[in-house]
């Protein structure tokens, strides 16, 4: 069934994205707007356990890479060249997934914001521009910070890449990984997407209240 983008479009008009680069404050948007504005927080993952059930080998490849790797050594140990393709696969694929799960949640009355991987053309097709937003940051945050944050799977990799018997060359092989995949090319991809767009700047300083602000406005949600 192919189903026209005008249709999508419409099933998805309370749905609001944030995407953009790792370490830009995409998740911490998601959870403070979802708070003040009574949405439907959808963070990092969110449709995972969607994926897990339905997701098919041949249909899904990408999306089922844990399926048949050997181990997680395995996982950490992918070249940089392959990890970037595999998760930009990945984003791919999941949006034939995100989408409907969206349309699921619309169904229960509440806006949605959801921190999402949905590439950007496929974005342009089916979402307005005031309901889409990117956030990026440098990618020196995006790299050398990746491992900063308490998250659960952030911190179970660390340690599989700690467990290495190599581990710094490992953790040096997973760090050009995540170097391809906030790339110059990928930034200015989302840079020059034409959707409204918010730069973190390694400051210091704490900017969360008006980023929030920021983007409450470009939502039109005050």
């Known amino acids: 069934m192919d189903i026209p983008d005008n249709i999508l479009r419409w099933y998805l008009r309370d749905a609001y994205f944030i995407t953009g680069t790792a370490y830009a404050g995409k998740s911490t948007m998601v959870q403070m707007l979802a708070e003040r504005y009574d949405m439907t927080a959808c963070g990092e993952n969110y449709h995972m356990d969607a994926a897990e059930a339905c997701a098919d080998p041949d249909l899904q490849p990408d999306l089922c890479y844990f399926r048949r790797m050997k181990s997680w050594e395995e996982f950490v140990r992918r070249t940089p060249e392959e990890y970037e393709r595999w998760m930009y696969g990945v984003g791919r694929e999941a949006a034939g997934i995100e989408v409907p799960e969206l349309i699921s949640l619309s169904s229960r009355g509440k806006k949605i914001i959801a921190d999402t991987n949905i590439p950007l053309d496929l974005l342009h097709r089916i979402s307005d521009w005031n309901h889409v937003a990117v956030m990026l940051s440098p990618q020196s945050m995006s790299v050398e910070r990746f491992f900063d944050r308490s998250d659960p799977e952030k911190q179970f990799l660390l340690n599989v890449i700690e467990g290495c018997e190599d581990s710094e060359a ?6 050009a990984g995540l170097a391809r995949i906030n790339s110059r090319e ?11 767009t918010l730069v973190r700047e ?11 602000r920021a983007l409450a406005e470009h939502f039109g949600l005050n």
Do not use: I, K, L, Q
């Not at 490992?170 to 760090?175: C, E, F, I, K, L």
């Not at 990928?186 to 840079?191: I, R, V």
């Open 202 to 212: 390694d400051t210091g300083r704490d900017t969360r209240e008006e980023v929030c």
């Open 170 to 175: 490992v953790m040096a092989n997973y760090r």
């Open 186 to 196: 990928h930034y200015d991809e989302f840079a020059e997407s034409g959707f409204f």
